[in-house]
């Protein structure tokens, strides 16, 4: 999917860069600038260039920032609530001011080449009836047909997915160190990645098929599952040379 909408690939990658910058921003910093809390809202912001439905994750972003900054305790006894408050406003106003600046350059560039500022996408959904609230409303529907959906069937979208959910849910618990049930879900899940996949054969329509009823991200690239597994074959104090091998 990504080699063909190949932004998707780096604007995942700039979105996953931004949320480890966010993790390593100091909340409690006395600086007026904080170099983590800048790259993080640079980089957000960059994901906007190439999937404008990134202004979620930016706003998500920022509420987050919020957020901690309001909860964080912070180091000096002497720091009063309000003075953590205030704190809290002010790394919240930097995330998105910078944000903002980022995005201007593109605002003004869709500005002048579409009359479009926000992009056709963006623009194309507040100009319907049911604006915003009605794109939110079909979310939970795109969300079905980017896990679940591997077949016309919804049962059996659901029954082919589940040892994948499965397996992601015992993943945490103890369950997961018990051989027997890793053997099972791996069993479970590769016949049910070869009763996705047999929807591509017995299909008039390959391309239909995959964008109308074999969209799931667990069924349909269980190539992955391959890459996780090289990544557990790894041990941290091999090299790089030992890994290539394994």
Not at 20 to 36: M, P
Not at 81 to 101: G, L, N, P
Not at 140 to 153: A, D, E
Not at 215 to 234: C, D, E, K, Q, Y
């Amino acid at each position: 999917y990504s080699v063909v909408l190949w932004e998707h690939t780096p604007a995942a990658c700039l979105a996953i860069w931004s949320v480890i910058y966010l993790v390593r921003f100091d909340v409690g910093t006395s600086r007026l600038f904080d170099g983590n809390l800048v790259r993080m809202s640079l980089l957000a912001g960059a994901t906007v260039y190439l999937r404008d439905e990134m202004y979620a994750f930016c706003t998500l972003l920022v509420a987050v920032v919020a957020w901690v900054s309001c909860l964080s305790v912070p180091r000096v006894e002497t720091v009063t609530s309000s003075e953590r408050r205030i704190r809290a406003v002010r790394h919240t106003a930097i995330a998105a001011a910078v944000m903002v600046v980022t995005l201007v350059p593109l605002w003004i560039f869709q500005w002048v080449a579409t009359g479009a500022p926000l992009g056709f996408h963006l623009g194309r959904h507040l100009a319907t009836e049911s604006g915003i609230l009605g794109m939110l409303l079909a979310r939970p529907r795109v969300i079905y047909g980017l896990l679940v959906s591997s077949s016309p069937s919804p049962i059996l979208s659901i029954l082919v997915t589940a040892p994948f959910a499965a397996a992601a849910l015992t993943w945490w618990s103890p369950l997961r160190c018990r051989q027997g049930l890793s053997l099972a879900l791996a069993l479970a899940a590769a016949v049910s990645s070869l009763v996705a996949l047999s929807g591509f054969v017995l299909t008039d329509d390959v391309i239909e098929h995959l964008l109308a009823s074999s969209n799931a991200t667990f069924t349909s690239a269980p190539i992955v599952v391959l890459g996780f597994i090289a990544m557990g074959m790894v041990d941290g104090s091999d090299d790089r040379q030992s890994a290539r091998r394994r």
